[in-house]
């Protein structure tokens, strides 16, 4: 069971998606204070100095905090765009480096490969 779970611990898949985590939580954090130290200071400027998480509505002891789901959806589709585009620059990424190694492969032709095998049987016969 030991031997099983290394195996399965050692693949790559396994530490790819740790490594994911990681970066994942950082980069939430990172986009997390972009969001509410940059963007929504500035929206609240354009909203008059108001701040979305502020907006409730109250009704008899119920208050419904409606701003917080706002600024919840707001933060939501931010990260989501975030992480779109950073995927978006890894792709990129990875198909130059796929298109760089086509690009290095020669394509020889059948009859030129046949008279390099015809080549090599001389050289060795002489």
Same mark, same amino acid.
């Given at each position: 069971?030991? /031997?099983?779970?290394?195996?399965? +611990?050692? %693949?790559g898949n396994v530490l790819d998606l740790a490594v994911a985590?990681?970066?994942?939580? +950082?980069?939430? &954090? !990172?986009?997390?204070?972009?969001?509410?130290n940059i963007i929504m200071p500035l929206v609240g400027v354009?909203?008059?100095?108001?701040? @979305? $998480? %502020?907006?409730?509505?109250?009704?008899?002891?119920?208050? !419904?905090?409606?701003?917080? @789901?706002?600024?919840?959806?707001?933060?939501?589709?931010?990260? +989501?765009?975030?992480?779109?585009?950073?995927?978006?620059?890894?792709?990129?990424? &990875?198909? &130059?480096?796929? =298109?760089?190694?086509? $690009?290095?492969?020669?394509?020889? +032709?059948? =009859?030129?490969?046949?008279?390099?095998?015809?080549?090599?049987?001389? %050289? &060795? /016969?002489?």
């Amino acid at each position: 069971m030991w /031997q099983e779970f290394k195996k399965f +611990a050692i %693949k790559g898949n396994v530490l790819d998606l740790a490594v994911a985590v990681v970066i994942g939580t +950082a980069f939430g &954090k !990172i986009v997390s204070s972009l969001v509410d130290n940059i963007i929504m200071p500035l929206v609240g400027v354009l909203l008059g100095g108001r701040s @979305f $998480e %502020k907006l409730s509505y109250s009704i008899n002891d119920a208050v !419904i905090q409606y701003g917080v @789901f706002i600024q919840s959806i707001v933060d939501f589709f931010i990260i +989501a765009f975030s992480i779109f585009l950073f995927i978006r620059v890894i792709d990129r990424l &990875k198909h &130059k480096k796929v =298109e760089e190694v086509v $690009e290095e492969k020669v394509v020889v +032709a059948p =009859e030129v490969e046949l008279l390099t095998e015809i080549r090599d049987l001389l %050289k &060795k /016969q002489s």
